[in-house]
């Protein structure tokens, strides 16, 4: 059965103090894998699409990295408007069918 | 563009009554998913279509829950009846065939007392 899961569930930071989000994954054979910024009462915003392992994409202060098992979300000096809750979702190879991972909630403090 | 634009933006009715969710796509788009996000199960696709078709229902939890889409530019998501555990908030999303980005609307928070 395809699976996500990320870790941390909640994650406080001082402003400028760079971390990483975990986003851990299963699935029968991967067609992408999705990260989306979701805010509070709003929809999730989508971020970045990786494709295959040793894949790597930034925005800003953020870079997604992939590797067979897992994903990366690595926030670099963030600020205070960084704060949200970060989704990862998995597509499986033979149709648009996404699973996504309970998130990461990022609290970025000034 | 708009965006994708969801209706109502909060539904409070109570048990037994039937609920409908209204989705406009942006205007173009092939797929349109209907997502439901609770704080138990996270974000989980209910339902999926393809130029109005119905590709996969899969993720519909039970027969009380029905999806339509008549055209290109609207979709409904159903509940008869609806029951206290249907609360949650809903949301509708439509993407391209051609890339990987789907685009959230705002979602529909229904409470069901």
């Known amino acids: 059965e395809d699976q996500v899961t990320q870790s941390p569930e909640a994650l406080r930071l001082q402003e400028g103090e760079s971390s990483s989000l975990n986003c851990s994954y299963t699935?029968?054979?991967?067609?992408?894998l999705f990260w989306y910024r979701q805010d509070p009462g709003k929809g999730p915003e989508f971020l970045f699409t990786?494709?295959?392992a040793g894949e790597e994409k930034e925005k800003e202060r953020l870079k997604a990295t992939l590797t067979k098992k897992e994903s990366f979300l690595h926030i670099t000096a963030p600020k205070p408007e960084d704060s949200a809750t970060y989704l990862c979702?998995?597509?499986?190879?033979?149709?648009?069918?996404?699973?996504f991972g309970a998130g990461t909630r990022l609290f970025v403090k000034a | 563009d708009a965006g994708v634009i969801q209706s109502p933006r909060h539904e409070v009715t109570e048990m037994g009554q039937e609920v409908t969710l209204r989705c406009k796509p942006i205007?173009?788009?092939?797929?349109l998913f209907w997502y439901r996000q609770t704080m138990m199960r996270g974000l989980e696709l209910l339902i999926y279509?393809?130029?109005?078709?119905?590709?996969?229902d899969s993720g519909m939890p039970e027969d009380r829950f029905s999806a339509k889409m008549p055209n290109a530019s609207f979709s409904t998501l159903k509940i008869q009846p609806s029951e206290p555990r249907d609360s949650a908030v809903y949301f509708c999303?439509?993407?391209?065939?051609?890339?990987?980005?789907?685009?959230f609307g705002p979602g529909t928070r229904l409470t069901v007392l």
């Open positions: 999303a439509s993407r391209l065939a051609s890339t990987d980005t789907q685009y």
């Open positions: 699935v029968s054979g991967l067609r992408g």
């Open positions: 990786l494709y295959s």
């Open positions: 979702a998995v597509q499986a190879t033979g149709g648009f069918k996404t699973i």
């Open positions: 205007s173009g788009h092939d797929y």
């Open positions: 279509f393809n130029n109005n078709v119905p590709i996969d």
